[in-house]
């Protein structure tokens, strides 16, 4: 059975600060993707980033990193230089085989 | 496109009341599904469908009925409801292949009294 475990159910930081938003996932497949998702607070849900297990390579996008570590089943989200405008509920995902697990998300509030 | 849609966006049940949650997407994608979200426990699958005619169960299917009758339309039933039902519903699709990412509908706010 798939399992994604987000940690940290709420993180507060000051505009321009980095922050990490943590993800370990369970899976016994060798074949399975991952994914992180955004939940502004007008509720839609936004796709961030996708991963498969083969691919390690880290990704950069603007101000957003990901990071995704096989030995320690991680898939964890960078932001830089925090906005206010990054608030919101973020979720990590794994799919294997039709049915996507999700985290527990985590809730990201940045004050100016 | 429209993306993926849902009726309606809000609605209060009382407890033992059926109800269709009508969802329907416009890009030909043979993968859809259904999931709830609770506070502090994510989006959680009901119903999933890899194409018209075919549905299998998720991870809390009891209380709900789905059918595909159409690639477009993805309906999901509540036979009775009950106040645990009350739920943020959300309706996603998918291209084939696990690899794509699902787009999601606007979401469904019930209330069960």
């Known amino acids: 059975a798939q399992k994604v475990t987000q940690a940290q159910t709420e993180i507060s930081v000051v505009e321009k600060e980095d922050v990490t938003l943590d993800c370990v996932y369970e899976t016994r497949d060798t074949t399975y993707y991952l994914f992180w998702y955004k939940q502004p607070p007008s509720g839609e849900l936004v796709f961030l980033i996708r991963r498969n297990s083969f691919d390690e390579q880290n990704e950069i996008s603007g101000r957003y990193s990901w990071n995704f570590q096989k030995s320690t089943s991680s898939f964890n989200f960078t932001i830089t230089a925090s906005q206010v405008v990054d608030s919101a509920v973020y979720f990590c995902?794994?799919?294997?085989?039709?049915?996507?697990?999700f985290g527990g998300g985590t809730r990201l509030m940045v004050k100016p | 496109n429209a993306g993926v849609t849902q009726t309606p966006k809000f609605q209060v049940l009382k407890t033992g009341q059926s109800m269709t949650l009508q969802c329907a997407q416009d890009m030909n994608h043979e993968y859809m599904s259904w999931y709830r979200q609770d506070p502090g426990m994510g989006l959680r699958l009901i119903h999933y469908s890899v194409g018209a005619g075919i549905t299998d169960q998720g991870e809390v299917p009891n209380g709900y009925n789905v059918s595909r009758s159409t690639t477009e339309d993805f309906p999901l039933r509540l036979l009775s409801a009950a106040p645990s039902q009350t739920s943020v519903y959300f309706c996603a699709s998918r291209a084939s292949g696990h690899y794509y990412e699902q787009y999601f509908g606007p979401g469904t706010r019930l209330t069960v009294t």
């Open positions: 995902a794994q799919d294997a085989g039709n049915m996507l697990t």
